[in-house]
């Protein structure tokens, strides 16, 4: 029996990491309420020093709402997780080596940090905005 080369587990490492995590946090939050007033669960330290959301703030409360099959209270914690999930599986799977042809275009936005940096600081400012419709991205 032959062991797998360094290049393979260096490519499926971050996936096999991930899903290791993904598993584990599953676990914490079914058994776990972010919502709980005595929660062990963290808060996020920029609202509570600035009062100012962040991009992850209600990431927590969205991944719990996702665990128990909650979609709508997921969506409203926080939007952009939600929709960003399917994206980063596939740009963890492309990562890996799975890579559909079909998806080459999307992979080479994915993959630019450009795209991240004011997806997620655009994202940030418009949640923080007060008035409708940019209300609704506040968790």
Do not use: E, K, Q
């Amino acid at each position: 029996m032959s062991l797998p080369s360094r290049s393979t587990l260096s490519r499926w490492a971050p996936l096999a990491v991930t899903a290791g995590l993904a598993v584990g946090a599953t676990v914490v939050l079914r058994h776990v309420s972010p919502y709980a007033s005595n929660s062990p669960l963290p808060g996020c330290p920029l609202y509570a020093l600035t009062g100012l959301y962040c991009p992850g703030c209600g990431s927590t409360r969205c991944l719990y709402s996702l665990v128990h099959f909650d979609w709508s209270g997921a969506m409203a914690m926080n939007p952009l997780l939600v929709i960003s999930l399917p994206f980063l599986l596939l740009m963890l799977l492309n990562n890996a080596g799975v890579r559909m042809r079909a998806l080459d275009p999307l992979m080479r936005v994915l993959a630019n940090p450009t795209f991240w940096l004011v997806l997620l600081v655009g994202y940030a400012v418009l949640r923080n905005l007060p008035w409708m419709p940019f209300a609704l991205l506040a968790p």
